[in-house]
């Protein structure tokens, strides 16, 4: 098994569903450039994330969710 983050057991740590970031993301009433500005990313990148083509660095995830909560 490969010690990779992206490739892990799921976990804590795991790499965030694409239906989670969606949904963390509308809950916080956030565009979808809105948040992919809160974690310094672009608009498709975020929209890759969003239609599960690229799968979110959990570390991204934690800082999404930290901003977000600061509101």
């Given at each position: 098994?490969?010690?990779?983050?992206?490739?892990?057991?799921k976990?804590?740590?795991?790499?965030?569903?694409?239906?989670?970031?969606?949904?963390?993301?509308?809950?916080?009433?956030?565009?979808?450039?809105?948040?992919?500005?809160?974690?310094?990313?672009?608009?498709?990148?975020?929209?890759?994330?969003?239609?599960?083509?690229?799968?979110?660095?959990?570390?991204l995830w934690?800082?999404?969710?930290?901003?977000?909560?600061?509101?």
């Amino acid at each position: 098994m490969s010690t990779h983050p992206n490739r892990g057991p799921k976990g804590p740590s795991a790499n965030p569903a694409p239906e989670a970031i969606r949904a963390a993301r509308e809950a916080a009433g956030l565009t979808q450039t809105a948040a992919a500005g809160l974690v310094h990313s672009t608009l498709r990148r975020w929209q890759e994330w969003e239609e599960g083509k690229h799968r979110m660095h959990p570390g991204l995830w934690e800082l999404f969710e930290i901003k977000r909560r600061r509101g």
